[in-house]
Each structure stands twice: as C-alpha cells, then as structure tokens.
C-alpha cells in the first residue's frame, strides 16, 4: 500500500466538508490507523467544524470500521454523543434514515439517554431487522427506555428460537415494571427452571402486587427448588409480602399452609400472629400444620393471648408439643407457668409427657422457672438421666448457674459407655434438630446433627456414619440436591439416605428416588417410626 500522505488527507476533508461529499470524506478516514495521532487531531477537529448531518454518519463510520482507532481515541465518541445529546431531534431523524446503514450507536445511545421519544423508530426498526445483535441492543434499549408502549414486541421476544433474546426481552420488561410486564412474565413461566429463576428474581426486585403474588403462587410449587427460592425471596422482601401470605392460610393445603408459615416465622411481623393463634385455634388436622404454626409462634412476639399456647403442650404429636414449648418458652410469663404447674398436676401419664417435652425442648426459660417446683424436679427427673449427654450437660450447667446444686447434683447418672453408632441429621430446623437429637439418643444412635447443609457434605468428606437423614426444603442446597452430591461418594448401600420431610409431591418423591434416597419418611416422626424406618433401610 502507498504511503499516505497526512497533509493530503488534512486538505481532502475539508474540501470533503465544504462540498459535502461523504463517499470521499469516508474514504479519507479508512486510512486513520496509518496516520500518526497529531494528524488524527487534526482530522477530528475539522469534523467538528462540519455540519452534524455531515459528520455524524462519519462518527459511526469510525466506531464500526476503525474500532482500534475508537478505542484508542475515546474523543471519537464523547463527540458523536455530544452532538447527538444537542440535537435529540436529529437523533431521531439517523434513527429512520436510510443513509445509515450501521445504526448500532445511535440505538445504544437512545438508550443510555432513555430518551422515550425513540419507542416508535426502535419499533420500526426492530420489525424489520434480521440481524439478531442489532435486536438484542434494541431490546437492552427498550429496557433502559422502559417505555410501556414497547411491552408487545418484547412479549413477542419472549418466545423466541435464540436464548440470548428471549433473556434480554424478560430483562427488559422487568425494567419496564407495569402491571402488566409482569403479567406477561408471569404467563412465561413454567417450562424452563432458568428462566423461570429470572423471572422470579424480577419479581423479588419489582414487589409489585403482581410480583408477589406469583411469587407467593411458587411457594406451592411441585418442585422443592422452586419453593425453596420463592420462599427465600419473600423472607427478604419482609413486611411488604405478609398481608398476601396471611391470605394462603385460609387454605385447606396443608404443604402450602407449612411453607407459608415458615415465611412468616422468619419476617417475624407481629401483624401475623393473629390469623395464626386463629388457624390454631380452628385445629387443623395436619400434625406438621400445627407444628409448623407453633414453630412461627416461637419466632414472633405475642403481646397478648401468650396463655393459649399451652393447650399446645397436649397435642397428640411430640413434634407439635415441643414447637409448643419453644413459643412459649420465647413469650414466657407468670401466667403461662401457672398454668404449666397446673398441667403437671393433672393426669400422671400427661404430666410425665408435658416434663418430657419440657426437657427435649431445652426451653431454659421454662426450664428455670420450675426447678424450684418439687413435682416437676420429680417427673424430670425420670427422664433427664437418660437423655442424650449434650441435654444433661446443658440442664447441670444452667441448674448450677442458678444456684440449684441439689437439682444440679442428680444430673451426673446415666454415664453412657460404648461406642453409639453415628446417624447425620440435616435440617434447617433447629427445633427439628433438638427432636432428633433426643430421639436418635433414645433409639440408641449417636446424632450428628447439622442446620446448614454445606457443613454436612464437608463433614461427610471425611466420615462415613451409619446412614444420613435430610429435610428437602432447605436453602441454598435442598435435600435432593444433598443426596445427589452424596451420591458422588457413596453408594445406596454404603451410605443410605432417608428424606424426612413434611411434603408428599410425587414430584419430590421421584425426584428424591432418582437422586438417590433409600427411603421418604413424612413428618412428624417419633421414636417408633423413625426407628422402624431406619431399621428397614438397613435390614435392605
């Protein structure tokens, strides 16, 4: 190639500009990136002596042919967007021309700018492009426009053959944010886990009354990921989702009443103890229903009515009972321990469970408060001896930090000898693990017990127990998910797994099967049934 002639170019663009010839002012700057930097200056700023409708086809030429130059000369397009940034209407005029061809930069602008009078232009050009790069800028424009009147053509995009589209357009109308975007959101959902991830995280950030009613809707899900998500999302929106969640308990599911009381636990919104103590007081026939609503109880502040929740201390479930004591132990008061006292002077049988409840709770409160009481230091201690060494340990420690050393002293029977076998418990429930710590010890197992489920597979790495139970409905990692992973490093039979969970999906059950587990159990669980099931796991 010829070397070029800098003064020639020079002197060629501005005979360029006067005669307004643009064929030979581009074929002039085709030749930028063999010019040293002074005589590029020098070009640049001739061009910003030119009309705007003369220099500005020259800009985008420079930015779409000489990148490198751009790149290396920002100046370029600091100076296209400050034309264009003056004169919007122009920008509206390229946007339509015909004589540019590249409209790339002038549709990124028109969004950086949100400038909403381009809707109609980008519509246009959008029905008639074919070049799937140039779609997707101006569906990332819409976005950043947010102009409503755009929503149709990206519904379109919703359903469109290439991924990478149909991601921007659900991105986008999230950045619109109507009522109805996130109606034709919500219509897209169902068929792919991933976008309906995205969808979901859209509607966690809009919070409209439409985004928290599909993600309400998912906390019914059939699948245990997609519960686990939504019900994450709508503990973090908090205070805002709880009127719509008060709503699902007037529902006769008794999974969707579970999940929904789990959230409202973890908001810990006062406004929910109301409709709850209400549900309670209907008596749901669901064991885990009632369960599920004490153990809300224990996680939210009653300022009044506290007094009712003894009648939780007689329900026919352990499981029950027990989240029964934690809501009380979390509101106790003088009233709630006349009537505890009053319970444990009733029938032997009743008395001797309630005392039994009292100290695989480890409610302290409660605890502390009838030490002093001969009957109750009498029925605990027909079962505290007994108890698991972590459950005695923490009772002589509290008795003797209370100056109650004669209690204190009875403590130190039931010395364990002989190895246990170890059995791992995975439950994001820490009253859940409390259960099972006392029913494993019972049963004759030594509980490893884990609220998170990272810090099992890492514990897992290195030993091997006698089988593994897990909850499906946890955070971050679900049950299946754990079993799985579990199920890279041990076979069924080296290390079996049973699911303990209050769902019976057959969608669950399935996909449970297909990861790995052994064997289901439903909850609630006692002694009996727990032991029976791990008994015919084993037995194979």
């Known amino acids: 190639m010829a070397d070029v002639n800098p003064q020639d170019m020079i002197e060629e663009i501005q005979a360029n500009i006067q005669t307004g010839d643009l064929v030979k002012a581009q074929l002039v700057l085709a030749h930028m990136r063999d010019v040293d930097m002074k005589t590029r200056n020098r070009l640049l700023y001739f061009l910003t002596r030119a009309d705007a409708d003369f220099s500005v086809p020259l800009y985008i030429y420079l930015l779409k042919n000489q990148a490198d130059v751009a790149e290396e000369m920002p100046i370029i397009r600091e100076t296209l967007l400050s034309i264009l940034l003056a004169y919007p209407e122009k920008l509206l005029e390229y946007l339509a021309s015909p004589k540019i061809t590249d409209k790339t930069e002038l549709i990124r602008v028109v969004g950086e700018l949100r400038l909403e009078e381009a809707t109609p232009a980008l519509l246009n050009l959008i029905a008639a492009s074919e070049d799937d790069a140039e779609i997707l800028l101006i569906i990332e424009s819409f976005g950043l426009i947010g102009d409503p009147d755009a929503i149709n053509t990206l519904t379109d995009y919703l359903y469109a053959a290439n991924r990478q589209l149909i991601i921007a357009a659900i991105q986008a109308l999230g950045q619109v944010g109507t009522p109805t975007a ?249 009253m859940i693990l409390n259960i099972y710590k006392a029913t494993l010890h019972e049963l004759g197992y030594d509980p490893i017990l884990f609220e998170f489920p990272a810090s099992a597979l890492e514990w897992l790495k290195t030993e091997k127990p006698l089988m593994v139970l897990t909850d499906l409905n946890m955070p971050e990692i679900t049950g299946i998910q754990l079993a799985e992973k579990l199920r890279a490093q041990y076979t069924a039979k080296l290390l079996p797994i049973i699911m303990v969970t209050t769902q019976n999906e057959s969608q669950d059950n399935e996909a449970a099967i297909t990861a790995g587990v052994n064997a289901i159990l439903h909850k609630p669980f006692n002694a009996k049934t727990l032991g029976e099931a791990i008994t015919k796991v084993l037995k194979g």
């Open 182 to 430: 996130m109606h034709r959101l919500a219509e897209r959902m169902g068929t792919d886990n991933e976008i309906d991830y995205l969808i979901l995280s859209i509607f966690s950030e809009v919070q409209d009354q439409i985004s928290l009613e599909k993600l309400n809707d998912t906390i019914r899900s059939h699948y245990a990921h997609m519960r686990t998500y939504a019900k994450t999302e709508l503990v973090r929106i908090g205070p805002k989702a709880v009127p719509i969640l008060i709503e699902n308990l007037l529902h006769d599911d008794p999974d969707f009443r579970i999940h929904t009381l789990n959230v409202l636990g973890d908001i810990g919104d006062e406004s929910a103890v109301v409709p709850i103590r209400k549900l309670l007081s209907n008596e749901p026939k669901s064991a885990n229903v009632r369960f599920a609503a004490y153990e809300a109880l224990a996680l939210l502040p009653l300022k009044k009515g506290a007094y009712t929740l003894t009648a939780g201390l007689t329900d026919p479930e352990d499981h029950v009972c027990i989240a029964a004591a934690r809501a009380i132990d979390r509101n106790f008061s003088s009233i709630l321990e006349a009537g505890i006292k009053n319970l444990l002077r009733g029938q032997e049988k009743e008395a001797r469970h309630i005392a039994k409840i009292i100290v695989n709770g480890q409610v302290d409160n409660v605890f502390s408060s009838l030490a002093d009481d001969e009957v109750f230091e009498q029925l605990a201690l027909e079962y505290l001896p007994h108890t698991h060494r972590d459950i005695r340990e923490h009772y002589h420690q509290l008795l003797l930090n209370a100056g109650k050393t004669d209690f204190a002293k009875k403590l130190t029977g039931g010395v364990e000898t002989g190895e246990r076998p170890k059995i791992v418990a995975v439950d994001d429930s820490r």
